[in-house]
């Protein structure tokens, strides 16, 4: 079965720098597109980033533009989100999120804390 | 990419049936028959139960049923039980490769 698990949250300073890992496995990850998806502290869910399987086509969230990088590395299965720049704003649970490939979410991983604070 | 919007809290019986709003404008619920709508069990990982507006993966209960009319999208679960409880959110597409979640609707079974 589908199986997605995010490591890589901790407690980071403002303007400081993490790197999400997911790592994926039960589906065919390299014609699989891929996302992020956060949930700040008692809010809703939000788009975050997006990775296409073939092309190298990359998208984000407004208030992700210019700082975070996703990318994905199809030999081990992995996707990544590279975090820099972070504010308060960004504390929330990160998941690594399945493209069902209808514009649907389709598998979720159990989520990694990030908790951007001084 | 503003959000769209839910209620903050819809509830009923054992048995009822419960619609759950979601409205969003031209550009992402209007245009597109995208949508998608989530249930969030706290601590658990969100889970599909409706895709393009009106499908459901397989293994959802046909109790949960989706439609669209104009920029509205709508989710409504039938005989309501109590394991239905947790957070709802509606998602649309709003192209090009973005999507927009909505405010999230919390279901309390009375």
């Known amino acids: 079965q589908v199986l997605l698990v995010e490591s890589g949250g901790g407690v980071v300073q403002p303007g400081g720098s993490l790197r999400l890992s997911c790592a994926a496995s039960?589906?065919?990850?390299?014609?699989?597109?891929m996302h992020w998806v956060r949930q700040a502290p008692g809010k809703g869910l939000e788009w975050v980033a997006f990775t296409r399987a073939i092309g190298g086509e990359r998208s984000y969230v407004d208030s992700a533009k210019g700082r975070f990088t996703i990318s994905r590395d199809n030999s081990h299965n992995t996707v990544l989100l590279q975090m820099d720049s972070l504010t308060i704003e960004d504390t929330a649970v990160y998941y690594c999120v399945q493209d069902g490939g209808n514009h649907q979410f389709e598998s979720w991983g159990q989520g990694t804390l990030v908790t951007v604070s001084s | 990419q503003s959000a769209l919007t839910q209620p903050a809290s819809v509830s009923g019986s054992p048995g009822q049936s419960i619609t759950i709003s979601c409205t969003g404008s031209?550009?992402?619920?209007?245009?597109?028959?995208?949508v998608s709508w989530y249930q969030h069990h706290p601590d658990k990982a969100p889970k599909v139960i409706i895709y393009?507006?009106?499908k459901r993966p397989s293994g959802v209960s046909s109790r949960f049923s989706g439609s669209k009319s104009g920029n509205t999208a709508s989710l409504t679960i039938s005989g309501l039980q109590a394991d239905d409880e947790a957070h709802y959110y509606c998602?649309?597409?709003?192209?090009?490769?973005?999507?927009?979640f909505g405010g999230g609707t919390k279901l309390t079974v009375l």
């Open positions: 031209n550009s992402d619920v209007g245009t597109y028959n995208l």
């Open positions: 393009e507006v009106t």
């Open positions: 998602c649309s597409y709003v192209g090009p490769t973005a999507w927009v």
């Open positions: 039960g589906f065919n990850f390299r014609r699989t597109n």
